[in-house]
Nanobody, 121 residues
Framework: QVQLVESGGGLVQAGGSLRLSCAAS????????MSWFRQAPGKEREFVAA????????DYADSVKGRFTISRDNAKNTGYLQMNDLKPEDTAVYYC????WGRGGNEYNIWGRGTQVTVSS
């Protein structure tokens, strides 16, 4: 089955932007819906955004709506999360997930290892 590797995290000041990538290998990426989740220290993992295999349906958590954009390029086997107007509360490890659909992490059976995003105030 497909394997996922996130990249693009880093340290950014509040108000700044980052673009995360999720590179898929070992399978047909376009067969899978894809989502992003995040987990801050001491907090539970939370849903961020989701995109169907075709890109036709997008879903966002209220906390990121209007600031984050999820997209994918099936030809490149890569998904993206463009994050603008970042806030300190966006600080977390960000994970991409596939093999399911919905806002619950338990819906997915394929996960990357995560990439750290730190937003300074």
């Amino acid at each position: 089955q497909v394997q996922l590797v996130e990249s693009g995290g880093g340290l950014v000041q509040a108000g700044g932007s980052l673009r995360l990538s999720c590179a898929a290998s070992g399978g047909t990426f376009s067969n899978y819906h894809m989502s992003w989740f995040r987990q801050a220290p001491g907090k539970e993992r939370e849903f961020v955004a989701a995109i169907t295999w075709s890109g036709g349906i997008l879903d966002y958590a209220d906390s990121v709506k209007g600031r984050f954009t999820i997209s994918r390029d099936n030809a490149k086997n890569t998904g993206y999360l463009q994050m603008n107007d970042l806030k300190p509360e966006d600080t977390a490890v960000y994970y991409c997930a596939a093999g399911g659909w919905g806002r619950g992490g338990n819906e997915y059976n394929i996960w990357g290892r995560g990439t750290q995003v730190t937003v300074s105030s």
